[in-house]
């Protein structure tokens, strides 16, 4: 029995090395992590909390390392989630179609709002990280950490950050906004869908934005103009700011 056992762990541990190499293997798990995590985060009501974009990293973390499976191996079969990421924000455009008469309505607080947010996050964390003695080449990498993450990564790179470092400030920003943001406006009472859908799309990107959408379909609408529009005016900013914040 003991024979049988071992060889049969043996049989299990070649199919897993096999499996593993295979690229559909971590595009399945990242899907059915993620909707594993979803289906959580909907039983409690949506709660904060249990996001499921913070639960579905940590559990694909811990099974790489538990593994030992390299992160390049894993990224060879999830990459085509990485793909989508550019039509997923196109699509956005669909729902500023069909609210696109409240959107011209608010357009002027909007842009005052974006101007003043982007400056906000962006000198608030560089100066900040400075006060600490964080070395220059981390502060560029903070500086775009509120923009989605392939605008953030080559902003950080261009500039002389490091570009994976960038790439994980972005998503803990993303994962911290999509928390915080309904306990928080709801302690300051802002009931307005549009101002609490672009808060959350302009200090985090992508994840905030899908948090909005889970909460109004107005405030995911905001949130994605947000988004968008804080990506373009992030990277005119962030060389001009950082010439003044960070004088060499």
Do not use: C
Request: charged share 10%.
């Amino acid at each position: 029995m003991t024979q049988a056992a071992s060889d049969f762990a043996q049989t299990d541990f070649a199919l897993w090395v096999y499996l593993s190499r295979t690229p559909l293997l971590w595009l399945t798990v990242t899907l059915g992590a993620y909707a594993l995590m979803d289906r959580l985060s909907a039983a409690t009501g949506r709660h904060p909390l249990v996001n499921p974009v913070l639960l579905s990293v940590v559990a694909i973390a811990a099974l790489l390392y538990l593994t030992g499976t390299p992160y390049q191996t894993y990224f060879e079969g999830a990459q085509f989630v990485h793909f989508l990421l550019g039509p997923a924000t196109v699509a956005l455009a669909f729902p500023l179609y069909e609210h696109r008469r409240i959107v011209l309505r608010a357009m002027l607080p909007m842009l005052a709002a974006l101007v003043v947010g982007s400056v906000v996050a962006l000198a608030s964390a560089v100066l900040v990280a400075q006060a600490f003695g964080v070395p220059h080449d981390v502060l560029v990498s903070l500086a775009p950490k509120s923009v989605t993450a392939a605008v953030a990564m080559g902003i950080s790179e261009t500039l002389g950050g490091d570009a994976a470092l960038t790439a994980v400030l972005v998503m803990l920003t993303g994962i911290l906004g999509a928390m915080i943001v309904t306990p928080l406006m709801n302690a300051f009472r802002i009931r307005d869908w549009r101002a609490r859908g672009f808060a959350v799309g302009l200090a985090s990107h992508g994840i905030g934005t899908a948090r909005a959408f889970q909460v109004h379909p107005l405030a995911g609408t905001f949130a994605g103009i947000a988004m968008g529009l804080n990506a373009l005016l992030t990277a005119i900013l962030v060389p001009i700011l950082l010439s003044l914040l960070l004088p060499r």
